[in-house]
């Protein structure tokens, strides 16, 4: 086995973190192994308030090991991915030379550069069937289920995002929580959390199914809003255990990277998976198999500025 330069191993580590996580905790940490890297979860970022239980913080480290071995195929690397969930342990990683990259899996890559969490308006655009069918595929390819959401659903939907955006803010600690992870003034230099770009809502919205209040509840709209079309989908698993949640993580990041590639953009309604009972109530309502990982609103608009993310050198331990 040929080994890969240590120069390729910090690209691969600085792609790999573009990967999204809840509120852009960033919770991973990776050390340089013989053969590859391990990637260990960061207990020090995890959410209390709302995944007391970890699971979105191994849905987050999901996703950097998908970015991780997309990049790397993108250098002609392969990337063979082992779970190891003792202690603090996520995966193991074994990097080895491969077959030269082809352009799709280049084309894959590139959208680790441009993906970002989109929280603005969407336009009147329909979603077209074929990119559905896309985002399905990518989903199917890393063991997940997507379900689409249909128009008579979506009252019930609703309403289950604003009990449950109410009973977060009951739980204890979840609006401190909230606050540490949002920019306040003097961050600008921070490499984590979310700027105020990136929890902006946009103003004027007839939000019928409300994103996630990070500052305070939305504001009604004064005019006629502008009409959106996004398509909301429902990404499941058919476990619920850590293994599934990791697996969970990379499905995710299957989805947003085709949905980047196909010109679109996603924001997750995560209010409703944060807590127990309201996972349960949407498992109920839609009459899902499997187990709800992460609801999002998929659709066409503005692009927004993607969140920072922290530097290699406070990700990777020095060899």
């Known amino acids: 086995m040929t080994a890969v330069p240590s120069a390729q191993v910090k690209h691969l580590v600085m792609m790999a973190t573009r990967a999204p996580s809840v509120h852009n905790t960033q919770p991973w940490h990776l050390t340089p192994t013989v053969s590859g890297m391990l990637l260990s979860r960061d207990r020090t970022r995890q959410l209390h308030a709302i995944d007391p239980g970890g699971r979105e913080l191994l849905l987050s480290c999901g996703a950097l090991l998908h970015h991780l071995q997309v990049a790397a195929r993108a250098l002609g690397i392969d990337a063979l991915i ?40 969407f336009d009147d655009s329909d979603v077209s069937a074929a990119d559905l069918q896309r985002l399905d595929r990518a989903v199917e390819g890393q063991g997940g289920m997507l379900r689409v959401v249909r ?48 929890v902006d809502h946009g103003a004027g919205r007839a939000e019928s199914l409300a994103g996630r209040e990070f500052d305070g509840p939305l504001p009604r709209p004064e005019e006629p809003p502008l009409p959106e079309r996004p398509t909301v989908v429902l990404l499941c698993s058919l476990g619920d255990a850590p293994a599934d949640w990791v697996q969970s993580g990379r499905a995710l990041s299957a989805l947003l990277l085709a949905a980047t590639q196909a010109g679109l953009l996603a924001q997750p309604l995560g209010q409703v998976i944060d807590l127990p009972a309201s996972r349960l109530a949407l498992t109920q309502l839609l009459g899902t198999v499997g187990s709800p990982q992460m609801l999002l609103r998929i659709g066409h608009g503005t692009s927004r500025p993607v969140t920072p993310r922290r530097p290699v050198a406070d990700v990777l331990t020095p060899s």
């Open 82 to 121: 082992s779970l190891d969930l003792r202690g603090d342990a996520v995966a193991t990683v074994e990097l080895s030379q491969g077959h030269d990259a082809t352009p799709a899996e280049i084309d894959a890559a590139v959208a680790i550069l441009h993906r970002h969490t989109s929280r603005g308006r």
């Open 151 to 198: 128009a008579d659903e979506l009252t019930g939907v609703e309403v289950l995002l604003s009990r449950a955006e109410r009973a977060l803010h009951q739980v204890d600690g979840y609006d401190d929580e909230l606050s540490r992870w949002v920019w306040h003034d003097g961050d600008d230099e921070r490499g984590d959390g979310m700027p105020p770009d990136a």
